[in-house]
């Protein structure tokens, strides 16, 4: 259920589209920094603080993600990886980047700078970032 982008749910973000996969993507990213899954459909406390927004709060306030991937300890590929998965997981499909883009990220050939908080209730962030967003060829979805 937590890999499902919301444009499948309801149109008012967008059309269903190669970006839905992205979503997705980002997602697992986000489960592969924590090492646990995003949602618990069986949790009883509805204080509970969502699994992605809990990693934007971190990084937003510059803490330590306190996971470490690489053999160096630092914690920059955690970073790295929960980045560009809050990136994958924005809200409106048109804020989130293209598959190749966010390889392009993870493999070091592109800057990379916190995306706009996926969680705020606002429509597409026509803020200029570090993550760009290209824009292939229009897909229609006829699903």
């Given at each position: ?81 929960a980045i560009v ?39 597409p962030s026509k803020r200029n ?15």
């Amino acid at each position: 259920m937590g890999y499902i982008a919301p444009e499948v749910f309801s149109r008012n973000f967008g059309n269903v589209s190669f970006k839905s996969d992205v979503y997705s993507f980002g997602m697992l990213l986000l489960e592969i920094v924590g090492g646990r899954k995003n949602t618990n459909v069986t949790t009883q406390n509805t204080d509970e603080i969502y699994y992605p927004e809990w990693i934007y709060n971190l990084l937003e306030a510059e803490e330590d993600l306190r996971i470490y991937i690489d053999e160096e300890g630092d914690g920059q590929t955690a970073k790295k990886l929960a980045i560009v998965g809050l990136w994958c997981i924005q809200w409106h499909p048109i804020s989130r980047p293209t598959m190749k883009t966010a390889v392009q990220v993870l493999e070091g050939k592109e800057e990379l700078s916190m995306p706009p908080n996926p969680f705020a209730s606002t429509g597409p962030s026509k803020r200029n970032r570090k993550m760009p967003t290209r824009h292939g060829p229009r897909v229609r979805s006829y699903c």
